[in-house]
């Protein structure tokens, strides 16, 4: 396990030095991760990463050959040093669980602890749960646009670096993907790694004939050919299907064939009636090619014959949407014993944060299977299920939505109790398959690709007049 300890922006190092010179280093503040938008002009975005938040805060300590260099920058003295040096995680962090579905200005962790230690994890947490939620949102829109097909993750040779390529294709996986290329994470995560021949294998023999056959004498029982080095219709598919007959003499039954070329609507179909003329019904028709959830929606419309889907470089950069916007920040601070809140505002309204000490409570119908609506309360906020409960529509304030029969579930849940792991780590199957029931708990509507309907989150009345007081307050100078 690598030391990320200074995986960290170089303010949080000098506001922690300054909050020591202050001698506030040990006072107890509370931050709040939360993003404002949506990747992609989705809905909803998946939460990924916590496993690897968990790695890094586990592993939190300075060596010696970080306090040298450290040292050596000149920036600070011995007694920060010092104190890095005794740098241990006491405080608390309360999480969604990995694979919730959230929507935006939602807490999706909270963390409370000393302002020394909740300093320095900022840029971390940021850094490994953006890029992971991004990419399983991205995984989950590319997988809902093939509507049931396979979708496997092609993307490492493009992913911005190593571990992009790991952790995205861990991210992608969770949100949706059946596999990925990527052997490394294969083997780090157990999730299915596939592939098959390049172009390169192809060219490198006399003939394509000779080529498939030469790979289908190594893989007899996994035999998937790419036929559109020369041309897909008139030698790829010919030539495929020669060697399908011959595998078929020898008892063998032939995979597939993929296309990364060309017009995928038109080949496919092409292929699909020369496999089926020729008695391969049961062949798959493997598509590549540049692909992305527009593209393959597109091409389902156009009733495209393709079985399963490799998508690289859009999926693996989310390349509409390269970044997820997350943020961290202060929301409370603790005075003699008692958590007072904390707001920040702008210009902007959308930067005005929700102040406090939060937790986010999810509605469900009776049956707990659709989910409903979310609600941002302060922590000592409880709702009797008995009673109705009404909401607000996030955008459209005039529009309201009573519940009446309902169930009710918080969305936070313990990551670390004093510094002591309390959240069950699971493998990234039982997260997948945990994301899937979150997928399945939203309405269609807030599914599709294109204008999806927009889940309602509402703050709770008690949140609602807190923060306009404060807004209030502070614009009258009284901050």
């Known amino acids: 396990m690598r030391n990320q300890t200074l995986l960290t922006d170089l303010y949080q190092l000098t506001m922690m030095n300054g909050y020591l010179k202050n001698d506030i280093a040990e006072d107890v503040v509370v931050f709040d991760v939360f993003f404002r938008k949506n990747p992609s002009d989705n809905s909803f975005t998946i939460v990924a990463g916590i496993d690897q938040v968990i790695d890094y805060i586990n592993n939190l300590h300075f060596d010696e050959e970080d306090l040298n260099y450290l040292r050596n920058t000149n920036l600070f003295d011995e007694d920060f040093i010092n104190a890095l040096k005794q740098f241990k995680f006491t405080g608390d962090i309360y999480t969604v669980q990995e694979g919730s579905i959230m929507f935006p200005y939602e807490p999706i962790m909270r963390v409370k602890a000393t302002c020394f230690q909740a300093q320095l994890i900022e840029t971390a947490i940021l850094n490994i749960i953006n890029f992971q939620s991004l990419i399983a949102t991205k995984a989950s829109r590319v997988c809902e646009a093939?509507?049931?097909?396979?979708?496997?993750?092609?993307?490492?040779?493009?992913?911005?670096?190593?571990?992009?390529?790991?952790?995205?294709?861990?991210?992608?996986?969770?949100?949706?993907?059946?596999?990925?290329?990527?052997?490394?994470?294969?083997?780090?995560?157990?999730?299915?790694?596939?592939?098959?021949?390049?172009?390169?294998?192809?060219?490198?023999?006399?003939?394509?004939?000779?080529?498939?056959?030469?790979?289908?004498?190594?893989?007899?029982?996994?035999?998937?050919l790419l036929v559109d080095t020369y041309d897909t219709i008139n030698s790829g598919i010919p030539n495929a299907i020669k060697v399908f007959n011959e595998l078929k003499e020898k008892g063998y039954q032939p995979v597939g064939v993929r296309i990364d070329s060309g017009d995928i609507a038109y080949l496919s179909k092409k292929t699909r009636k020369l496999l089926d003329d020729a008695g391969f019904n049961e062949v798959k028709i493997v598509a590549s090619s540049d692909l992305d959830e527009e593209t393959i929606y597109s091409l389902k419309i156009q009733e495209a014959t393709v079985t399963s889907w490799g998508v690289g470089t859009n999926l693996i950069t989310s390349k509409d949407c390269p970044a997820l916007g997350g943020v961290y920040k202060l929301v409370a601070v603790e005075e003699n014993g008692k958590l007072q809140p904390k707001i920040k505002i702008s210009e902007n309204p959308e930067k005005i944060t929700n102040p406090g000490y939060k937790k986010v409570v999810r509605i469900y119908d009776e049956t707990k299977k659709y989910a409903l609506g979310d609600?941002?309360?302060?922590?000592?906020?409880?709702?009797?299920?008995?009673?109705?409960?009404?909401?607000?529509?996030p955008i459209y304030t005039w529009k309201k939505k009573t519940f009446r029969h309902y169930s009710l579930r918080e969305m936070l849940i313990p990551l670390y109790i004093n510094g002591k792991l309390e959240y069950e780590r699971k493998t990234v199957q039982e997260i997948k398959?945990?994301?899937?029931?979150?997928?399945?708990?939203?309405?269609?509507?807030?599914?599709?690709?294109?204008?999806?309907?927009i889940y309602k989150v509402d703050l709770s009345q008690k949140l609602w007049d807190l923060k306009n007081e404060m807004v209030k307050s502070l614009r009258e100078g009284k901050n």
């Open 146 to 224: 093939a509507k049931g097909d396979a979708v496997f993750e092609f993307g490492l040779r493009r992913a911005q670096g190593p571990d992009a390529g790991i952790y995205g294709a861990r991210a992608a996986y969770i949100g949706g993907c059946a596999g990925t290329s990527n052997v490394l994470a294969g083997k780090m995560f157990n999730i299915p790694i596939t592939g098959t021949m390049a172009h390169s294998w192809v060219q490198k023999f006399d003939n394509e004939l000779e080529a498939f056959r030469a790979y289908a004498k190594v893989y007899p029982n996994n035999c998937l």
């Open 375 to 393: 609600i941002i309360m302060l922590e000592d906020e409880i709702i009797d299920p008995k009673e109705p409960l009404t909401i607000f529509h």
């Open 433 to 453: 398959e945990y994301t899937n029931k979150e997928l399945n708990s939203l309405w269609p509507e807030y599914r599709r690709l294109n204008r999806p309907q």
